[in-house]
């Protein structure tokens, strides 16, 4: 009887938890701590000046000293003299309007200015969550995971570590979506800074000039501004730019990679080119397509963001992107639409680094073959599979 009893008893006190509860305050502990030692082993890195080597202090630094960084990178300047402008690898690729904005960096030492962008880095990953998840009506608790998830994620701790600008290209790019405006369309023209992420918000736009004309304010200000500072041809400008964004290398993990190896695209001396159109037309058709199918504003930023990432050379940090579709799939997760997703970006923000390492370990080239070629396969799958079965599944209510 005494055991009977004692079962009671726990049955009774078991029954007045809020296991719902419990699991989700678990959960934040278990993220906060991870999420913490992150940071401090980040920070340390940091501090020692092992990262933020893709921070643009360098071609800042250069334009605000009457400098053209194009030309001056182009020509190899740098090789010339014994007093290097140019730290790690900020090869300045970005447009005018960028190193116009990074003004207030350039007036102390990249030591410095690195770790004052890595609080503004860690601020945008903490902002971005919040708006979005306000904007789609998450409870506090759900915005509050969602800013420790993604704080915890590669793509951010990549970005906030190299000193990376995608955070902030994201914060722009979303913008015209949440906020629909005119001055919200002039601000989400600072995406375009970026041009392999830009380039799908310049798409987006071309279904309405007003904004898209809007949209150009910021880059032709930019582009005027760097000319006559850096007593630069406006003209010749322009060609330098496309010429030091071609020249840059980066990762062949495009979707079309596999073009260059047709023998007779491979004889063009930049057949990298002829790819680069080809998914420029892809993703004009799909973002088209995503205007015209998708009502639902949210889902609108969510796939259009997607598209960004799907097409052009990335590195794992502009995977941040994904951040709206995971949202928006969290808030329909009772949908078996919503489980593909999170499923799908599971794997590719937690999992996807550490099966890369395990096949590493065996066949490098092997591994090169995955890299190149799964992450921009798996986001088009990801991106089709929504564009044409959300309706049929009924993802979204309206």
Same mark, same amino acid.
């Given at each position: ?16 938890? /809020? ?5 989700? !305050? ?64 900020? %090869?300045?690729? $970005? ?25 503004? %880095? ?8 919040? !708006? ?33 600008q995608s955070l902030f290209i994201l914060l722009f790019y979303c913008?015209?979506?949440?906020? /629909? ?10 995406? $375009?800074?970026?041009? /392999? ?6 798409? $987006?736009?071309? /279904? ?15 582009? !005027?501004?760097?000319?006559? &500072? ?10 330098? =730019? ?19 190896? =047709? ?55 502009? &995977? ?28 590719? =923000?937690?999992?996807?680094?550490? =099966? ?43």
């Amino acid at each position: 009887m005494m055991i009977i009893d004692l079962i009671k008893k726990i049955i009774l006190i078991c029954s007045t938890f /809020n296991f719902k509860m419990l699991f989700r !305050i678990f959960l934040i502990s278990v993220l906060t701590i991870f999420l913490t030692s992150t940071l401090i082993k980040g920070g340390i890195k940091i501090f020692q000046g092992t990262e933020g080597q893709d921070f643009q202090y360098s071609p800042s630094k250069l334009f605000w000293e009457g400098t053209n960084h194009y030309e001056y990178i182009l020509n190899k300047k740098d090789e010339l003299t014994n007093n290097k402008k140019i730290i790690l690898s900020q %090869n300045g690729e $970005y447009s005018h309007i960028l190193y116009i904005i990074f003004y207030p960096f350039t007036l102390t030492n990249f030591e410095t200015a690195k770790k004052i962008w890595v609080v503004f %880095n860690c601020l945008f990953a903490a902002l971005l969550p919040l !708006i979005l998840g306000k904007y789609l009506k998450l409870k506090n608790t759900e915005i509050l995971i969602s800013i420790l998830l993604f704080l915890c994620s590669y793509p951010v701790r990549s970005t906030i570590g190299n000193g990376q600008q995608s955070l902030f290209i994201l914060l722009f790019y979303c913008i015209p979506f949440i906020f /629909n405006s005119n001055f919200a369309a002039l601000l989400g023209g600072i995406a $375009y800074t970026k041009y /392999n992420l830009g380039i799908s918000l310049f798409f $987006y736009f071309l /279904n309405n000039y007003k904004k898209l004309l809007l949209s150009l304010i910021p880059s032709l200000f930019g582009w !005027i501004f760097y000319c006559y &500072y850096s007593n630069s041809n406006l003209i010749k400008n322009i060609f330098e =730019i496309i010429q030091l964004t071609l020249t840059v290398t980066g990762r062949p993990e495009t979707l079309f990679s596999f073009v260059n190896k =047709i023998s007779y695209v491979n004889q063009f001396n930049n057949s990298s080119i002829l790819v680069y159109l080809l998914e420029m037309i892809i993703c004009l058709i799909l973002i088209f397509n995503i205007n015209k199918k998708i009502h639902n504003q949210f889902y609108k930023l969510a796939l259009i963001a997607l598209s960004a990432i799907t097409f052009f050379p990335h590195w794992g940090h502009d &995977y941040v992107f994904l951040l709206p579709l995971v949202l928006i799939s969290y808030k329909n997760f009772y949908n078996i639409l919503g489980k593909i997703n999170i499923l799908f970006i599971t794997y590719l =923000i937690y999992l996807h680094g550490y =099966i890369i390492k395990f096949f590493k370990l065996f066949d490098f080239n092997f591994f090169e073959e995955i890299r190149i070629f799964t992450i921009p396969n798996l986001l088009f799958l990801l991106l089709l599979t929504n564009l044409f079965l959300f309706k049929k599944l009924k993802f979204i209510n309206k």
